[in-house]
């Protein structure tokens, strides 16, 4: 099944129970208006519980994936009409994101070009990313005038080291996809004519897991990742056993063809769903 309206600020596909969702604003290098934010929670929401979908990847239509945050119609435009509209732009920008932290279903960022800023909002939130090497990241905030915000600062610091962090926010230079692989902001980087290729060999990965375990996997990397040693004990316990309540048959079919059938080792793949 596909759609795809070129008039408007995102634009998805659905081929293979993958879900190709872009940022689709070529022409201004895919930064995000309150228009486009407001379009991809609505994106986001309409394909999170399609039985058609399995994995979401996140993309950019043209050379950038976004240069982060429109900075006429949301800065300026905004910031012109006072406070509550600032904050209302804020709010439409940061919900979004923070569904796809904690979205239902795998997902994977396809890195196409400029990252900027802002976009470091999204990135973050998919939980695998995957880059042409010729990409550009950037912290660009200094550039401009202004601190890395909207939890960009936050999300250097957890995704690279305190030097490459400060490095990054300070000097307003780009690295490019092999050293942003290099500093831990995505899982790799591969030749761009190579991309889209090895997202969908990720995917089909994906596609292969018990979904309800793959989802309580994310959300389990996610939240011990601020937690003591003990808590997250208590937690992981408390999550498989509420997930064994949504599918306790799935890791008993799992058992049952590794201890039983002897036709898959946990250890070496998956399990036939
Ligand atoms: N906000 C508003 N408009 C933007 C943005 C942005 N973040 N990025 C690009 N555009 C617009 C440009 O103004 C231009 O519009 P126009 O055609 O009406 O003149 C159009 O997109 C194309 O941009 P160019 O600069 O001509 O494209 P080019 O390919 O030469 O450069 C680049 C791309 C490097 C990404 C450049 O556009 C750029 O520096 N953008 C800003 C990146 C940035 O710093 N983003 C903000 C991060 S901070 C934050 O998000 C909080």
Redesign the pocket.
Known sequence: MQERDENSTVSYTVENRIAWVSFN?P???N???PTLNRRMMEVLNELEFRDDVGVLVLTGEG??WS?????????RENEEKGLGHVRKAQREAYDWWERLRWYEKPTVAMING?C????YGPLFGCDLAVAAEEA?F????I??G?L???G?SKIIVELTGFRNAMYHAMMGENVDGKKAAEWGLINEAVPADRLKARVTEIAQVLLGKNPTALRGTKWAIRRVREMTFDNSMDYLVRAQEAANFFDGEGRKEATRQFIDDKTFKPGLGAYDL
């Not at 900027?116 to 976009?119: D, K, L, P, Q, S």
């Not at 950037?138 to 905030?141: A, D, F, Q, R």
């Open positions: 604003r022409d201004k290098r930064c995000m208006s050379t950038a240069a982060g945050m429109d900075l006429k119609e949301y800065f400029w900027f800023g802002g976009a550009q950037g912290l660009s905030e550039n401009w202004i890395p915000g909207g960009a």
